[in-house]
């Protein structure tokens, strides 16, 4: 058996390698994506652990709210005297000092914006000293309040020279100094991990990056000879309490060094959701790649059944033969895996200040993951082929080389089933069960689309039915109804996702876009680019002068920040004047009092109330950034709103809690006949020293939240490109063995004078068909689910359903386009045969 078995392979390489190429694909993203994450993992913590070598062990507060991301890192209160003094009194301490380092601070460019940063945290704080890591490579460190000495990364980046002006952002408002000194780090870097510091003199950095003199942001302890750390902590924790957190220098670079993985968590979810992608669109591709080789050597496999093989030895020798494609498949795609990762990590480190490759990285964890990929998903895959194969009855040897196609009626009962307990889930709804009820849809309609092939291909064929060709090929689409509907899926599937994707980032869109058009009334809008980033800072001087100019009617203030509300970390709000932001945004009320906010209070917006399980009346705990919790009353809840949703907190309890004291975004009503573009121009003049926001109309606001989603859109499209590449493997596949399946009707057509034009053409017909049925069939599920899901989030302000017309034609044109290429190959085959040999076949 096993030397009939590496026979029928090596006789069918070309089949199984373009099968194989499917589990390529996927082992190729799923270890890229480790290899690029460990390389730079291991590239980053050598920088970071380097950075902090000369601390011992590192104290500080606990935070009062835990970080919600790298790109928004929680307020840490600072120490005072009092505590680096008892630290200093700690057994096993030889040394204790203050440091002032801390997040936030933002240089602006002589381009009077914010120098962008390259994904490392931006620091603000006092001059440790020079070291084996740090010194000064020109001028002094800042001895007068009014200079700053800056790393050398990111005086290159901005242009910055000794003696230059540089603006600095901090919680409190822009304020400027001379550039004294610059300085690196060892080994000729100008910065560790992308990260930007500006250092400032001690009392100056407790000022403006801590907010009152005397604090530090921790104490720095060096131990003395022969003390462990784990001892040294042990005696500092009990002497300080609960509310401080005990670090060794390890520990802080890895805490430093998580701040630069964002891009690497996002690179490495983009390809394991194109690995994920590859994998399920390769199942149907394997499966029916198996299906279709078992049914053509149903006379083999019955020989062998008749010379005494059993079923056991028939399931063995299928699997042997998945096995075998499965490894090979998974140690080329390891392969280009390791390419992929090495060029991965060097296009990001480039992008990313005085960040070095070191080695490359390939742990074993990417190793034993690309094979149990791909070998695990190809011998699953070609388990029920397997199965079919051993149930080849010895009689089959006198009987056609191609089996009968079965019923198969276990399978449509169970997608009936599952379908419908889908579609009540659907119904039912609500997000999880919205998502429940979609995934068995899906299910259920893949299981289901043998039995609506067969009329579907007719249909769409009927389009080409008018030559002889288009009538041979769409007969030939029909004649195997479970064959077609596995080649379909590949597509179909691919084709779903993104459908259902592009109707939910459609929805929202024109959700957020419907309310701003038809809420807010107010005509210009100062917020950051990300819309409601809760760094942004805009001098509440200068928007004090603003509301005052000319035209203005109204200006409604907000400040955006991270709290824990109940058990959970969410963003909250809290406007200067909620009268005045009610009016300008248009807020309506759902439930209670919304029409002011009194102290002791809270308002929430419909979907945060019904997500948190709170209504009127009650009262939920909020723990701020700073101080300590309170307890609020629900006072009331308004409807959901694009630009207002969340928990509201009253504007005297924001400025004593939040990170910062500055409004984070501003709306601006205007007065009856005002000129938009003159007003909007003299308001800039005044917010010129808050360069993270920008004046936005509300044209240009709905324009900024589209291109978040656009964004969202292009990640899908490259999901569909991979689908779609898999699609014409398997199309390809399944015409270059129905080929084979067909060689004798081919040659008798060709005899009759069916001309070689007309053959490609016949071809061509039955790919396109196809691919247009696993295209429609999966922009009516996409489309369907897609609608399902976004009204099941009505709570994240998804309040208008719409559907991605443009986009899904073109989607149905790419699939023409697809099956037009992948008839190509088999086309020219086809049209090649000999017609003798053809007929004379056996």
Known sequence: MLTATLKSLLSRKLRLVLSGLAIVLAVMFVSGAMVIKATLNQSIDAQFNGAYQDIDLYVQHQPKVSSGSADDPAAVPPVDQAVVDKVADAPGVAHAGGLVLAEGARAIGKDGKVVPGTGGPRYGGSWRGESDLVSLRGGSVPHQDTEVAIDAGLAKKAGFTLGDRIGVLTDEPRRTFTVAGIFGYSGHRDSIGGEQTVIFNEPVAQRLMLGRSGAYSGVRVSLSSGTTASEAASGIGRQLGPDCSVLTGRELAKKASDKSRGILDMMGTMLLGFAAVA??????????????IVAQRM????????????????IGSVLLESFLVGLVASTLGLAAGIGIGALGSDLLASSTDGLKVGSLGVPASAVLSAYAVGVLTTMLAALLPAVGASKVPPISVIRASAAPEGRHRKQTWTGAVMLGLGAVLLVVGGMTSTLSGALLAFVGVVL???LVSGPAVRVLGSVFARSLPGRLGRGNSARNPRRTAITASAMMIGVALVTAISTIAVSSEDSVGHDIRHDLKADLVAMGEAGSATSAAIDPAALEKAGAVRGVHEVAAVSLDTAKVGKDTQTVASWQDWA?????????????????LADGTVLMNKGTADGSGLKVGDTVRVQLQRGEAHSYRVAGVFADSALANGVVVPWADAQTGFRSKQPSQAYFELSHGADTERTGHRIEALLKDSPEVTLKTRDEVIEMFSGGFAMMLAVVQALLGVAMLIAVLGIVNTLALSILERTREMGALRAIGLSRGQTVRMIMTESVVISLFGAVLGVVLGAVLGLALAHSMKGQGVTHLSLPWGQMLAYLVGAGIVGVIASLIPGRRGARLNVLAAISEA
């Open 448 to 450: 289901l689309t043998p």
């Open 580 to 596: 005045t932001a009610r009016e300008v945004l248009g807020i309506k009320g759902s439930d209670g009092s919304v029409g002011s």
């Open 279 to 292: 994998v399920v669109v390769g199942i149907f591709l394997i499966v029916n790649t198996f299906s279709i």
């Open 299 to 314: 006379r083999e496999l019955a020989l062998l059944r008749a010379l005494g093989a059993s079923r056991r030895q028939m």
